[in-house]
């Protein structure tokens, strides 16, 4: 990840799309605000730094990962779960810097579901070749709130399935800046990340 705009310096319109019902693709809408998220993840990273998780089949995922907030999201051999605790250190998970919560809020607004307020944003950083498997996010109590996916650093392929996993995901290619928000009828969705290519193309 890069802490400021110097790969992206020609300015974009910010443009909204609906790929799917109950999902919007909301283009450079926080392009600009890259380098504050920047150091609002480095404070994060400083009290609870990446770690590649294990799966409870044993397989050590390729995204290294940490969260903000009043829970986060974790996994060993032993399950999936959400823990007030940070598993490496004991302590609590950071509290999440107002520029991410305030981000989420925005979007999820922008995105039609206004009045979100999230307690937790789990933060993924990919390295070349990292990859996230189609999953559904499911390990929540209550699924009448939004997930809100922000992108920075090189582009990815975003794959977009329904809520069968049978289903071919359609692929979306995400730049740095863009924010996808899904909920209502789209939560449940399968979603993942194709292996993220070496170097930088425009």
Wanted: glycine share 10%; proline share 9%; hydrophobic share 35%.
């Amino acid at each position: 990840m890069h802490a400021d705009n110097s790969l992206w310096p020609e300015p974009i319109e910010p443009t909204t799309e609906h790929p799917a019902e109950g999902v919007t693709l909301l283009r450079a809408f926080c392009r600009d605000e890259a380098p504050r998220i920047y150091e609002a993840i480095q404070e994060v990273e400083a009290r609870s730094s990446f770690r590649q998780m294990v799966v409870p089949g044993g397989h050590t995922m390729s995204v290294a990962m940490t969260n903000t907030g009043e829970v986060g999201w974790t996994t060993d051999r032993t399950g999936y779960r959400y823990t007030s605790a940070d598993p490496l250190t004991g302590a609590p998970w950071p509290a999440m810097p107002g520029t991410l919560l305030s981000l989420a809020q925005r979007a999820a607004e922008a995105g039609g579901f206004p009045g979100f307020t999230p307690n937790n944003c789990l933060i993924n950083r990919y390295s070349v070749g990292a990859r996230l498997s189609l999953h559904q996010d499911k390990n929540e109590l209550d699924y009448s709130h939004p997930i809100v996916s922000v992108s920075l650093g090189l582009p990815a392929t975003f794959l977009l399935g329904t809520l069968r996993r049978t289903d071919t995901p359609r692929r979306i290619r995400i730049e740095h800046g863009d924010v996808l928000v899904w909920g209502g009828p789209a939560r449940l969705i399968y979603h993942g990340v194709a292996p993220v290519p070496a170097g930088f193309t425009r």
